[in-house]
Nanobody
Framework: QVDLWESGGASVQPGGSLTLSCAVS?????????????FAWFRQAPGKGREGVAA???????LYADSVKGRFTVSRDNARNIVGLRIDNLKPEDTATYYC???????????????????WGQGTQVTVSS
């Protein structure tokens, strides 16, 4: 069992920056170590499907959706069990609920597919408007 809590969502103006955090607790199960897991950030705008934007595997190798490359940076703090997502040059189209997800066995090339993830947080809202 893995519990995830997102934080850091806010209302910001276009061009601003924001850092989201996902605190992770690996409670129990076959994969009981933080280092077993890949993590990803997804977002969902009203009326749209859930979109994978960034992920990071157990070896700290990141993967980004083409639509966010150069503006999003994913990180994992192995000492504090926190996954971060920094978003620079925010745009109105970044407005969405952002979710953190975890899975212990997703191949790297599938890290941005929501169907691959078993554990999800509750989400944090990001609103970009002037």
């Amino acid at each position: 069992q893995v519990d995830l809590w997102e934080s850091g969502g806010a209302s910001v103006q276009p061009g601003g920056s924001l850092t989201l955090s996902c605190a992770v607790s690996v409670v129990s199960g076959r994969f009981s170590q933080w280092s077993d897991y890949s993590f990803a950030w997804f977002r969902q705008a009203p009326g749209k499907g859930r979109e994978g934007v960034a992920a990071i595997d157990p070896d700290d190798v990141p993967l980004y959706a083409d639509s966010v490359k150069g503006r999003f940076t994913v990180s994992r703090d192995n000492a504090r069990n926190i996954v971060g997502l920094r978003i620079d040059n925010l745009k109105p189209e970044d407005t969405a609920t952002y979710y953190c997800a975890a899975d212990p066995s997703t191949p790297w090339w599938k890290l941005l597919l929501p169907s691959q993830y078993k554990y999800w947080g509750q989400g944090t809202q990001v609103t970009v408007s002037s």
